[in-house]
């Protein structure tokens, strides 16, 4: 449970980050390529989570194209190492944040930005004075969207990280060997606890894209 | 020379805009019907759309100029503005939306200024409030304090007053008179609201579909107008009003 949320927490961190300048681009900027990257920043939703880990091990496994490099010069690979499982859930999760945040930015009223530029601020100021807060619950929904998903986060896990005890066992992926090996007590206590922890995270969402001002 | 001067082409699906006027340092009313090009015209003034052709200079300099690739963006133009819905940010009170609009004051001299367009727009004890819990009336005033506290050199009203109902528009009408006396500054108000044209202009420039159809004092326009779209337009036998 604690590497469970060490992991979803890293996760969403990076998600916050790049998912919010990813949305910010796509709400506001016209420019080329910009279907491609929405698309692509979309996929790992659709696609099922082995695809999307497979392609994250053509990407950063040992012999992958920016994992050979990393292993050439470090002499490290982040295969089955819990980073790995940070980066599946980063980005398995990321495309709940980059929909949510997106919308909630696109919907601020064009005019407060306008208003923001004729009183001489720049678009940076704009952004995070006005945009920003504006579009601050959609934008807190997607973060704790992310977070539940990046919790729950398997497929695309086991692809990349593993099943190491005490090392990349998450939670999904300690009850696939519990139900596996047929420890149903344990196995019970923990669907439940996630059950639970991912009920709460969805009523928090709701709340927050619910109280728009 | 002192004042305003535009010269603007514009294509916009299908809408052709080719407008031309200059106006001194008093109040210019952009009069017509809705669609005409009147609020196209104040966004390309405030840098919020770009014109095709032309230029736009105020008093001596230029801010907008086609042919020598002058452009200078919205955030640098130090108009004020003031939209049709006002856009008081929701999430600031008062006090901090006129704040917002005093960017570039030290920040030793803001709480004087903000105090000092609190008293001129008579927003004593609403310093504190936010945009939904104030009336229409103050929501105006706080936009004009917001659009003002920099001192700009022009400024823009987008038919501020529309939303009000009649007795609150003719207080707004008297604010701004005042405004005009206090800040000294050309203001450039679009209407379709005849008497608005009519009693707030120094100087009346009426567009029909995207042109200039003829300018001068309301008296002017009023009782010589140039041709049958203005006259139309002009006729205050159609609002119930007794003609000027």
């Known amino acids: 449970m604690r590497l469970s949320l060490q992991v979803a927490t890293v996760a969403t961190v990076f998600i916050v980050v790049i998912g919010l300048t990813a949305a910010y681009l796509l709400a506001q900027k016209e420019f080329r390529g910009k279907e491609v990257l929405d698309i692509a920043l979309t996929l790992p939703l659709v696609l099922p989570p082995t695809v999307t880990g497979y392609y994250l091990i053509i990407l950063f496994g040992r012999n992958g194209l920016i994992g050979r490099f990393i292993y050439e010069w470090t002499g490290w690979t982040i295969m089955f190492t819990w980073y790995a499982a940070a980066l599946a859930s980063f980005v398995v999760a990321l495309p709940l944040m980059v929909k949510t945040a997106r919308a909630a930015i696109e919907s601020v009223d064009k005019n407060l930005i306008n208003a923001s530029y004729t009183l001489g601020h720049s678009e940076f100021v704009t952004a995070l004075k006005v945009i920003l807060p504006l579009a601050k619950r959609g934008i807190m929904a997607g973060a704790v969207l992310s977070f539940a998903r990046a919790l729950g986060e398997f497929g695309a896990t086991l692809m990349l990280a593993g099943n190491i005890p005490g090392r990349t066992d998450t939670m999904p992926i300690a009850i696939y060997s519990l139900a596996g090996s047929g420890e149903w007590t344990k196995a019970n206590s923990m669907v439940v606890l996630l059950t639970l922890m991912s009920a709460l995270f969805l009523y928090f969402a709701n709340r927050y894209s619910k109280r728009i001002i | ?244």
Do not use: C
């Open chain 2, 1 to 244: 020379m002192t004042g305003l001067s535009v010269k603007l082409k514009k294509k916009l699906n299908g809408f052709n805009l080719d407008a031309e006027w200059e106006i001194g340092d008093e109040i210019a009313v952009l009069f017509g019907y809705s669609g005409a090009g009147k609020s196209l015209t104040l966004q390309m003034i405030a840098g919020l759309m770009t014109a095709d052709e032309g230029s736009i200079r105020i008093d001596s300099s230029t801010i907008f100029d086609s042919l020598s690739g002058v452009n200078v963006p919205a955030q640098r133009r130090h108009l004020g503005y003031v939209f049709q819905d006002l856009a008081l940010f929701p999430h600031m009170t008062v006090s901090e939306n006129i704040d917002y609009g005093a960017n570039g004051t030290a920040k030793g001299e803001r709480p004087g200024k903000i105090k000092q367009m609190v008293d001129i727009f008579h927003l004593e004890g609403l310093e504190h409030k936010y945009p939904s819990e104030i009336s229409g009336g103050q929501k105006q005033r706080v936009a004009l304090a917001r659009a003002l506290i920099r001192k700009p050199p022009l400024l823009l009203l987008d038919e501020p007053f529309s939303a009000l109902d009649n007795p609150l528009r003719l207080e707004m009408r008297g604010l701004l008179k005042d405004i005009r006396t206090t800040f000294d500054i050309p203001v450039v108000l679009v209407t379709h609201d005849i008497l608005e044209a009519y009693t707030m202009a120094d100087t009346i420039i009426v567009y029909v579909n995207g042109r200039v159809a003829q300018t001068g004092s309301p008296s002017k326009v009023f009782n010589n107008p140039v041709n049958e779209e203005v006259q139309a337009l002009v006729d205050t036998r159609r609002y119930g009003v007794i003609a000027p």
